[in-house]
């Protein structure tokens, strides 16, 4: 076999590991105006700091870009007392959006497949930290095993998870995405 068709064979397989992310999600009609600034709290899970600390790099990078105030938060399993998270957090934002991993598929030992249950709140009463859920989503992601796919896989989840935020009127849209 020629060095090119095995190079045609190895980039066609690195291809079809592309990362892919879906989002099914539902608005409340309760929601009043856009919730920023908005805080994206992460919670690490079953997933390890590989998957968890770039996703809030990309996460912090789309509000940055898109001039959304907030900012994106990593707890640990031990910190995810979501009651304390909200009191913690309702004094300084209008919105939270909570990112849990719910599910994974492992390949060669790298997490191939993560489920991600999305909820976003509005603080209703920031003295108390209550809140109400708006809107809320089930995020499936899947890229190839190798760590260039993970990083694909999790910029793109920032990516559309921020776009469907903003077309779903959660989130307001100020600038306009800076091509990467």
């Known amino acids: 076999m020629s060095r090119v068709m095995v190079s045609l064979i190895v980039l066609a397989g690195l291809t079809s590991c592309a990362s892919a992310v879906t989002i099914n999600a539902t608005r409340e009609p309760a929601l009043h105006g856009v919730l ?19 996703l809030k790099r990309y996460l912090e990078r789309e ?25 913690r957090l ?23 497949q993560i489920l991600y249950d ?3 709140l509005e603080v209703t009463d920031a003295a108390s930290g209550t809140a109400q859920v708006v809107w809320r989503a089930r995020v ?20 559309e998870l921020v776009d ?5 009127g959660v989130l307001s849209h100020r600038a306009h995405r800076i091509a990467h």
């Open 36 to 54: 920023e600034p908005v805080a994206f709290v992460i919670f690490q899970g079953n997933t390890g700091p590989e998957y968890t600390y770039p």
């Open 63 to 87: 509000l940055a870009e898109r001039l959304i105030s907030g900012e994106a938060l990593l707890l640990s399993s031990a910190e995810s007392n979501e009651q304390e998270v909200l009191k």
């Open 118 to 120: 999305v909820r976003v």
């Open 140 to 159: 499936d992601t899947k890229s190839g095993p190798f760590s260039s796919h993970i990083r694909g896989r999790l910029r793109d989840f920032a990516v």
């Open 164 to 168: 469907r935020l903003v077309s779903d």
């Open 90 to 112: 309702a004094p300084r934002f209008r919105g939270i959006c909570l990112i849990t991993p719910t599910g994974t598929t492992s390949n060669y030992g790298s997490l191939s």
